[in-house]
C-alpha cells in the first residue's frame, strides 16, 4: 500500500467516525395517571400518544353503578408539556334505582412538567376545562375548570411517595361549588415491571359533606408501553361511596414525529 492510498484510506476513516448519525433514544417505560387518584408527575415523551382506560364498578349508599372506559388520551407535545382530553364517559345503572345512565362531560387540557426540584421531588401542573356535553341528568350544565399538582419523591430500596394539590370549580344545580381534592400516596415496586399502591384523597367541598376514601391497587407492565391495572377501595366518611372496584388497560404509541426511539431488551421473565 502507497502513501497516498493510505492517506486516503485513513481520511475515509476520520470522516465517517466524525460524522452526525440519527438522534436514537431509548423510550422509556410506561407510565400512567391511573389507577390511583393521584396523576403521575411526570409528562408522556415528545411524540408519543398513550391511551388510558377502565372500567370501574361502584356501590354508592345501595345504588350500584359502572362506569366506562374512563378514556384519559395524552399526547406528549414537547419534552416538558403534553395535552390531554378526557373522554366522555358512560354511567351504566345496574341497581334499577333513581341512578342515572348515560355519558359524562368532555375536558381539554394541559400539563406542564415543573421538576425535577431540590430534594429531588418531582412537580406538573394540570389545567383543564369541562365542557358541558354530556347527558340530561349527568351533566353538571357548566364549563368547568380545574387545576391539579402532581408530585412525587423516589426513596430507597424501590419506595416512593407522592400526592396531589387540586381545586375544582364544579357546576352544580346552577351554582359554583369549590372544591379542594387532598391526596397522599405510597408506591412499592415489587419488580421492574410491577408495583402496588396505597393511598388516602379527599374531596372537601364547600356545600355538602366530604368525600374521603382509602385506596389500593397494583399495576402491571406486559410491556414497556402497555399496563394492566387493578384496584379497590372504600369510603371513610358518610358522603363517600360504601365500596368500589376497577380494572383498566393503557398503550403507548411511540416516535409519532420527532426523534426516533427504540426499544432495547426484554421484559423479565419473558
Known amino acids: 500500500m502507497d502513501f497516498k492510498t493510505c492517506i486516503a484510506l485513513m481520511s475515509l476513516l476520520v470522516f465517517t467516525i466524525s460524522a452526525p448519525s440519527q438522534e436514537i ?3 422509556p417505560a410506561i407510565v400512567t395517571d391511573r389507577p390511583d387518584v393521584t ?12 391511551f388510558e382506560n377502565g372500567v370501574t364498578w361502584t356501590n354508592d349508599h345501595g345504588d350500584e353503578s359502572a362506569d366506562f372506559t374512563e378514556t384519559l388520551v395524552r399526547f406528549g407535545l414537547s419534552t416538558r408539556s403534553e395535552l390531554r382530553v378526557v373522554i366522555p364517559n358512560y ?62 419523591r423516589n426513596l430507597a430500596k424501590r419506595w416512593s ?14 351554582r359554583r361549588n369549590p372544591t379542594w381534592e387532598t391526596t397522599f400516596l405510597t408506591e412499592k415496586e415489587i419488580t421492574t415491571t410491577w408495583n402496588a399502591f396505597l393511598e388516602y384523597a379527599g374531596d372537601f367541598a364547600k356545600s355538602g359533606g366530604s368525600k374521603q376514601i382509602a385506596h389500593f391497587g397494583t399495576a402491571y407492565r406486559i410491556t414497556p408501553t402497555q399496563q394492566l ?10 358522603a363517600a361511596p360504601h365500596w368500589f372496584l376497577a380494572v383498566g388497560y393503557s398503550i403507548r404509541v411511540d416516535s409519532l ?5 427504540v426499544e432495547t431488551g426484554t421484559i423479565p421473565g419473558e
Open 161 to 174: 411517595i407522592g400526592g396531589m394539590q387540586s381545586f375544582f370549580w364544579n357546576t352544580e344545580d346552577g
Open 257 to 261: 414525529f420527532g426523534a426516533k426511539s
Open 39 to 50: 396523576e403521575s408527575s411526570i409528562v408522556l415523551p415528545k411524540g408519543s400518544l398513550q
Open 91 to 152: 354511567v351504566s345503572d345496574l341497581s334499577g334505582s333513581t341512578a342515572s345512565s348515560g355519558f359524562g362531560d368532555i375536558a381539554l387540557g394541559a400539563k406542564q412538567q415543573l421538576g425535577p426540584l431540590h430534594g429531588q421531588f418531582d412537580l406538573s401542573v394540570i389545567v383543564a376545562l369541562s365542557l358541558p356535553t354530556g347527558a340530561e341528568r349527568i351533566s353538571s350544565h357548566g364549563f368547568d375548570p380545574f387545576i391539579k399538582f402532581p408530585w412525587s
Open 229 to 238: 391495572d387493578c384496584h379497590f377501595g372504600f369510603g371513610l366518611s358518610r
Open 25 to 27: 433514544t431509548q423510550a
